[in-house]
Every structure is written in structure tokens, then in C-alpha cells.
């Protein structure tokens, strides 16, 4: 067979078998990963997370989106932990622990130091029949049928198992936490990441009098005036009090070409959609770019407290300040 099908081949079955294990990670979604999480939500001090070789990769890796998403943990070695490390646990920590075959003899070693300080211990583990799985408060089943590696040698379908499973614990975490986009964007300051989730709309919008308004009883014609001179593509109607009333876009004019070419009588409010989409200062401007495309408008009225109009919020300057599309972190 040509090397490059035979590569092809080898990389299609990879994918098959590790798909398979961690499709089969949902029924075990069940009340152990409940009690899981909520050990973890009680937790008053750190989440102490500890593995082995890969699984302790594994580790670095869960204790990396645990730290994000608003749940404090740290990696700890098994063997320095022996070697005077374990002084950074206290009793109002709580312990993950790594292993596939769950007799790895560093974990083993560090269970009754867990068990002395009374710690609760949540096992990720392979074996079900494991002095792991037995010593644990919460024992998660890791298990998985086969390893992607032929050989059945190098940890893989069983390393990512035990990846998606701390990604399970850290969301359901994040959701029990009420963990909300402004707080994700406490913890990652920098890169174009931070940028998404901590620029706000006040730093793009147009405010003052750049922000085009119209009275509802105004003509028509006056409040098209007003939309290009502003050159937002909108308008906002105001009432006397200043407060919003509904908006004016390009869009509602050319719907309303369409029933009518005769304009003369008409008023901003006859025409005006009421009851528009709008942010309140202080936003991140990520999420009303999310709320813009979910409704596919390009304008979003700012308003204050009073729900008067205080800036207009356009699609072309969020994606001027690099916020559409996807971007790493």
C-alpha cells in the first residue's frame, strides 16, 4: 500500500477509536460526576491536581482551564510531593488524582496523606477494582476498551478520556459558578484574547452629537436628512423626555419603499421600528457583537439608566477593532 494511504488509514482509525472512548464518557455523566462537582464547588481552599508521566500532562492541562475559568488549582507531582511538596495542601483543599491503572505507586503513596488531612480525594481512574478507585471519595470511570496506540503502550485513547472529563468537571464548574464572560476576561488580560473580553462599547461607540435622533413626529424626510449626516445608517427616535422610543434604519426605509413611493405624509414613527435591540453603557463590546449577529443588525442604541439613547453602537467598528471572526487566545 502507498505510505500516504497507509498513513491516512492509520489516522482515520486513531480518530475512530478515541471518538469511540470519550462517546461513551456520556453515560457515565451520572450522579459520581454530580458529587464530583459539587466536592469541588464546596471547596473553600485549592483544587489540588496531581498524575503521573501522561497523566500528569494531563494534569498541567486541566489545572490550566480549571485556573480559567474562576476555579483555583495547582498541579502537584507526586513524587516532589513526598520529597516536601505536600506542605502546599490544607485540609479545606480538594484533591484530583490520575491514573489509568489506579496503583500507580506515587498516587498510592500520597492516599493517606490525603486521607490524614481529610481531604476529599475525586479519582480519574481506569480501573474500577484500583486501590485508587477504592481509597477515593468520588471514583470517575476512565476506563477505556482499547489504546489508539497498536501496541497498546503509549497512553492515548486513555489520556484523552481523562482530558475531557476535567474539561467536564471545569465547565460544569464554570456553570455552577455563574461564570460569566467579564470574569473569564479577569484572568486573560492580553493577546487578542483580552482584547475580545475586556474592550467595552464606550471605547467604539458614537456618542454626543454624533449620535443622530429625531423626534417620531417629525417628517419622514427630515429624519432621512439626519441618518445621512450621521452616516450611521439609522437614526434614533427620541421622545420629548429624550428617552427612546424605536429606531430608524436603512432597513425600515427600504421596506417601506417597497409598499409606497409616496413619502409626504409620513412621520419617523409611522415608519420607525419600535422596541429596538439595545445595550447599556459599560457592555463588553463582544457580547453585543454576539447579540448583532444572532439578530443580524448592524446598529445596537447605548442607552443609560433612563433608557436614553447615549451612543450608537455599529458592526463596522467592532470588526474594525478585530472583534469578528474567530481568534485564538
Known amino acids: ?176 459558578r455563574k461564570f460569566r464572560a467579564e470574569d473569564f476576561a479577569l484572568y486573560h488580560p492580553a493577546g487578542s484574547l483580552g482584547k475580545r473580553l475586556l474592550l467595552k462599547v464606550d471605547e467604539l461607540m458614537v456618542t454626543g452629537d454624533g449620535i443622530p435622533r429625531v423626534r417620531s413626529d417629525v417628517p419622514l424626510r427630515d429624519a432621512i436628512v439626519e441618518m445621512t449626516s450621521k452616516r450611521l445608517g439609522c437614526t434614533c427616535i427620541v421622545r420629548g423626555d429624550g428617552t427612546l422610543e424605536g429606531i430608524l434604519t436603512d432597513g425600515d426605509l427600504r421596506r417601506l419603499l417597497q409598499g409606497t413611493s409616496d413619502v409626504a405624509n409620513i412621520t419617523a414613527g409611522m415608519a420607525m421600528t419600535r422596541n429596538p435591540k439595545t445595550a447599556r453603557s459599560g457592555s463588553l463590546a463582544v457580547v453585543v457583537l454576539q447579540e448583532m449577529e444572532q439578530f443580524k443588525i448592524t446598529q445596537i442604541i447605548v442607552v443609560d439608566e433612563r433608557h436614553r439613547p447615549v451612543g450608537v453602537m455599529h458592526l463596522h467598528e467592532l470588526v474594525n477593532a478585530g472583534l469578528g471572526g474567530d481568534e485564538g487566545a
Open 1 to 176: 500500500m502507498d505510505p500516504s494511504e497507509t498513513a491516512i488509514k492509520k489516522g482515520r482509525e486513531v480518530v475512530r477509536i478515541e471518538h469511540l472512548a470519550v462517546a461513551a464518557l456520556a453515560e457515565r455523566i451520572n450522579g459520581d460526576f454530580a458529587r464530583a462537582v459539587a466536592l469541588l464547588f464546596n471547596c473553600e481552599g485549592r483544587i489540588i491536581i496531581t498524575g503521573v508521566g501522561k497523566s500528569g500532562i494531563i494534569a498541567r492541562k486541566i489545572v490550566a482551564t480549571m485556573n480559567s475559568t474562576g476555579s483555583p488549582a495547582v498541579f502537584l507531582h507526586p513524587t516532589d510531593a513526598v520529597h516536601g511538596d505536600l506542605g502546599i495542601l490544607r485540609a479545606d483543599d480538594a484533591v484530583i488524582c490520575i491514573s489509568k491503572s489506579g496503583n500507580t505507586d506515587e498516587i498510592n503513596a500520597l492516599l493517606p496523606m490525603f486521607k490524614r488531612l481529610g481531604v476529599p480525594i475525586i479519582a480519574i481512574v481506569g480501573r474500577a477494582a484500583s486501590m485508587l478507585a477504592k481509597e477515593a471519595t468520588v471514583a470517575l470511570d476512565a476506563s477505556v476498551p482499547e489504546e489508539a496506540c497498536p501496541l497498546d503502550l503509549a497512553p492515548t485513547s486513555s489520556t484523552t478520556v481523562a482530558l475531557v472529563f476535567g474539561d467536564a468537571l471545569a465547565i460544569a464548574l464554570l456553570d455552577r
